[in-house]
C-alpha cells in the first residue's frame, strides 16, 4: 500500500479504522464506509485485485497464512499505521474468513480488540450457521436476532430491539422503545420483508453519537443485509424438505461434525430407525455400512470429506443390514452443503437400494441413460465446456436441445467451437469472466437476469454457473425476457394504479379480490393485505343489493364495460355512494378473466346536486311567475316554449346536458320583461318605436339579472341571442348564420311558433296553419331550415302545448 493511499490516516488527528472482512475464497464480503472511500465500492470482487494498493507491510501471502496457520497477523508500517489480519474460527478451529484493519497505532488495538468487533464477529458467525440447522424458519430467525443483537450493541444494558418482519412483531427481552432509534431494511435483491430498529435508553446521558457509532451501523447494516438473504433462501427453499421427503431415495445430511441435522423418511426405513432417534446422533453409529465383499465396517469420515479432495461418497461395495437382517447394496450420490457465503457447512447423501441390478456396468449404462433423458429434456438451456490453456478458451463439448432451441442453432454446428466465436456478445455479458472465476476458485456463480445481444439474437438471459470433479465448466441458463418485460410492466401498472386518486379493486373469476390500491385502502377502510383473497362482495356489497348487483354483473359480462352509481359500504358499516365503472379485462391465456372496479364516493356531491336542483327549480319558478304576473297574454308562454324546444332538441340529436339547458332557457326566455312597464306589456293598439325599443332591451335586460347567479351561465347566451335572425334583422346585436348558437336557434322557433298560437293584447290567435307557414317561408332566411324542419314534424305528428 502506498504512503499516499493513507494521507488522510497519516495524519496526527484520529481516524476510523479501515475494515474489510475476506472470505476463503478470497472475495472481499463486507467493507466499512472508510474502506469504500479509499478502495471504492468492490465488495464481491477478489481481495487480490487490490494488490497495486498494498505497501510492503501487507502482502497477499499474509492472507493466504492467516488462513492457512490460524494465527493473528500484526504489524507497524513506515507510515505509523497498525496492519491486522484476524482470523474467524469455525467451530472445529478452521477459519472460515479472516477481518483486515487499517489505523493509527494509536487507536488500531483498541478498536481491534474492542468489545463491539468481537460481539460482531461472535455473531456473524452464528447467524452464518443457522441457514442448515433442521428447525429453521423465519419466525426462528427473528427471535434468535431478537434475542442477541442487544447483546452486539455498545452497551448493551441500554439497548433494546424491535423487528418486524411478514408483518409479525418480534421484541428483545426487556424492550423499551424511545425516540433514540436507528432502523435497518430487511431486504433482498427479490424483495423487502420488514426492517430491524435498535433502540438506546432515553434516560441515558451518554452522548447519541456514541451509542449509534459507525461500528455499530456497520453491524446492523450486515446483520440486516443477512438476515434478508436468509429469509429469502428459507422461503424460496420451503418445498425442499418436502422434496426430499416425497422420493424415493433415502437423504441424509450431516453437518461439518457428521452429525445427522436431516433424514427422510425412506432413509429411515431402510435403516430401521425412526426420524426423531437419527437427527443429532453421529451417522456411522446410524448408517451402519459394510463392505459387501469383504463383510467389514465402513467409517464415513465427515470432517475428511470436507477438507480432502476426491469422492465423498460411499464406497463403491457399501451395503447396510435391513431391518429383516438382510444384506441390501447401496448406491449412493454425494453433494457439499453451502451457505448464504459459499461456505461447506456438510453433506447430503442420497442413496437406493441397488441389489435387485445386474452389475455394476448396467448400472452405469442405466445412469448414463437417464442422464441423457433429464439433459435433452430440461426446460433450461445446458452447455458444457471444457477448458483450455489457463482458462483462455471455453471449448463447447455438450448442448442440450433447450439450448438448441434457444440458440436457433444446431448442436453438431456449435460442438468443438470456443463459446465466443460460437456466441460473440458472450464475453461482453460477462460470460467468459464467470466462467474464469468459476473454474478458478471452484465456487457455483450466477448472473441475474441481464440484456444479451448479438448477431444471433438479443433477449435478457439469467445464468447459473458451476465446475464439475472433470474440471469441465457448466453452464445453465434460460431466457427470461418475457419474464422480465411483464415483471416491468406489472410495476409499472401496479405503481400508475397506486397513484390514482380513484380507489381500484381487481377480482378473478372467483370474485375474489386480487388488488387493492391506496385510494381503495383510503376509501373503503381496509388495507390491502386484509382483503386480498376475500370476496369482493364480503367487503363492499351492504344487505339487499345482491338483486342490482348481478344485473350489473350480467351487464358487465355481455358489453365488457358498465358505468353508474351503486351504493357500497366501509369497513365501519357506512353506506355511501359510489360512482362506479366496471371492466372486463382479458388475460394473456386466453381463458380467464380479471374484473376491475373503479370507485369514487359522490354521497356528497349528490346531496349538494340535489340541493341545488331544489333551489334553481325554486328561483326559476319564482322567475318564471314573476315574468308572467307583469301580462295576463303570457301565462304559460314560457312554459310551452321551454316544453317544444326541448322536444325539438331531443330530435336534433343533443345531450341530456344540453337538453337540459334548453329547457331551463325556455322557462326563463322572457325573465327581462321584468324590467318593461306592464302597460307597455299589456297594450292593445300598435306599439310606437320607443316602445318596441324598451321591449326589445329585455334579452339585455334577462342577461343582466341571470349573470348575477353562477348556475344561471350556461343558458345566458341562448336567452341573449334568441331574438338574433340567420339574415342578421335580429337584435339585440344583428348576429348572422353560425354566429347564433344552435340552442338559441331553436329557442327562437319554439317562441315564434307558440307566440303566433297564442293570444295577445294587439291580436288573436293566428292558428298553427299561419304558424307553420311562417316557419317554413322563412326558413334559411330567419329561422334555422333544420330546427324549423323537426318543429314542423312534431307539430304535424300530434304535439300540443298543455292548456294555459
Known sequence: MSVDSFDSASTKEPSNVILLEIGRNGLIEWMNEE???????????????????????????????????????????????????????????????????????????VKLQSLQLKRELHLINKISKFMWEKDRSVSSLMIFLANELPNAMSYPDLASVKIICDGKEYLSPNFRETSLSSTYPIQSEKADF?????????????????????????????????????????????????????????????????????????????????ESEAVGEQINKVLKLYDSETGRRILLDTKKMITAEGSISFHPNAAIVSPAGTMRLLAD???????????????????????????????????????????????MGVMICSVEGHAEKFILRDVNKAAERLEGVRREKLIGRDIVEAFPGSERFGLVEVFRKVYSSGEPAHIPATHYSDKTGSGWKEVSVFKLPSGEIVSLYQDVTQRRRYQTELEMQSHILNEVGKAIVATDSNREITFWNKAAEELYGWKSEEVIGKKASEVLMPEGNEKKANEIFSSLLEKGIWKGIF??????????IAEMTDLVVPVEDGKSRIFVNVSSDITEQKRTEETLKNTLKSTVEVLSVITESRSPFSVGHQKNVSRLASEIARKLGLGEERLGFVTLAGLLLDVGLIAVPSEILSKTGLLNDIERRLIEQHVVKGKEILEKADFFRPIIVQIY???????????????????????????????????????????????????????????????????????????ESGFTFDSN
Open 333 to 379: 450420490s454425494a453433494e457439499f452443503v453451502q451457505d448464504d457465503d459459499g461456505e461447506v457447512i456438510g453433506i447430503v447423501h442420497s442413496f437406493k437400494d441397488v441389489t435387485e441390478e445386474r452389475g455394476f456396468l448396467k448400472r452405469l449404462a442405466d445412469n448414463e441413460s437417464r442422464f441423457r433423458l433429464l439433459f435433452d429434456n430440461m426446460g
Open 567 to 576: 351504493s357500497q359500504k366501509k369497513r365501519n358499516g357506512e353506506i355511501f
Open 721 to 795: 341571442q334568441h331574438h338574433e335572425r340567420l339574415d342578421g334583422s335580429g337584435y339585440p346585436r344583428g348576429l348572422k348564420g353560425d354566429e347564433i348558437i344552435l340552442e338559441a336557434r331553436i329557442l327562437a322557433v319554439a317562441d315564434v311558433f307558440e307566440s303566433m298560437v297564442s293570444h295577445r293584447p294587439q291580436r288573436p290567435a293566428l292558428g298553427i296553419e299561419k304558424a307553420l307557414l311562417e316557419l317554413k317561408s322563412n326558413a334559411g332566411t330567419l329561422y334555422d331550415p333544420n330546427v324549423v324542419k323537426t318543429c314542423v314534424l312534431l307539430i
Open 35 to 109: 474502506a469504500k472511500s479509499l478502495f471504492g465500492a468492490v465488495r464481491g470482487e477478489s481481495f487480490f485485485s487490490l494488490e497495486n494498493k498494498l505497501t510492503d507491510c501487507l502482502k497477499t501471502e499474509i492472507i493466504d497464512r492467516v488462513f492457512t496457520e490460524g494465527e493473528l497477523f500484526s504489524t507497524t508500517c513506515s507510515e505509523s499505521q497498525q496492519i491486522s489480519v484476524t482470523p474467524v474460527h469455525t467451530n472445529d478451529g478452521g477459519v472460515e474468513r479472516v477481518v483486515l484493519s487499517i489505523a493509527e497505532c494509536e487507536i488500531a488495538k
Open 194 to 274: 420488514g426492517f430491524i430498529t435498535e433502540y438506546y435508553d432515553e434516560s441515558s446521558e451518554m452522548d447519541p453519537s456514541e451509542l449509534f457509532n459507525e461500528n455499530e451501523k456497520s453491524l446492523f447494516s450486515t446483520v440486516a443485509e443477512r438476515a434478508g438473504e436468509i429469509v429469502e433462501r428459507i422461503k424460496t427453499s420451503r418445498t425442499f424438505f418436502e422434496v426430499l421427503e416425497s422420493i424415493g431415495d433415502g437423504v441424509v445430511s450431516t453437518d461439518m461434525e457428521g452429525r445427522i441435522v436431516f433424514i427422510n423418511n425412506v432413509a429411515a426405513k431402510m435403516i430401521g430407525k425412526e
